[in-house]
């Protein structure tokens, strides 16, 4: 099996901050990425994000504090938060202060899908 390259992509950043062009799915070919992957149509943040226009939740002005927003801050991302050492609000946070090219740079120079607890 042929692993995609990791490369700096900003339309690879999830609508929940997760780097899909770091992740092994992706890079295996199993996955399309998150904007991309229509059988991730049961995800609320994709949805709401997806209904508002957002690149990802780092664009929502509803919520400053996104574990305020109960379609990000739900059961399962809780789950896999744990699961994986992910800090999704810390994703968001960054793309806010860096932007979505910056935070995509970092993500693939340190090889991560997430940034960790």
Not at 18 to 24: S, T
Not at 28 to 37: A, F, I, R, S, V
Not at 67 to 76: A, H, L, Q, S, Y
């Given at each position: ?9 900003k339309s ?7 780097y ?5 799915k992706y890079?295996?070919?199993k996955?399309?990425g998150?904007?991309?992957n229509e ?8 949805n709401?994000c ?14 400053l504090?996104q ?12 789950v ?5 050492r ?17 935070y995509?740079?970092k ?5 991560e ?5």
């Amino acid at each position: 099996m042929v692993l995609k390259k990791i490369v700096a992509d900003k339309s690879l950043i999830a609508y929940c901050g997760l780097y899909c062009g770091a992740c092994k799915k992706y890079l295996k070919g199993k996955c399309l990425g998150c904007h991309q992957n229509e059988e991730s149509s049961w995800c609320k943040v994709r949805n709401c994000c997806m209904e508002n226009s957002y690149l990802s939740c780092a664009d929502c002005k509803d919520f400053l504090d996104q574990n305020e927003c109960k379609m990000f801050n739900n059961f399962i991302s809780k789950v896999f938060a744990f699961i994986f050492r992910s800090d999704r609000k810390a994703c968001i946070d960054l793309i806010k202060e860096k932007g979505y090219g910056e935070y995509a740079h970092k993500m693939t120079s340190k090889e991560e899908m997430t940034i960790k607890r």
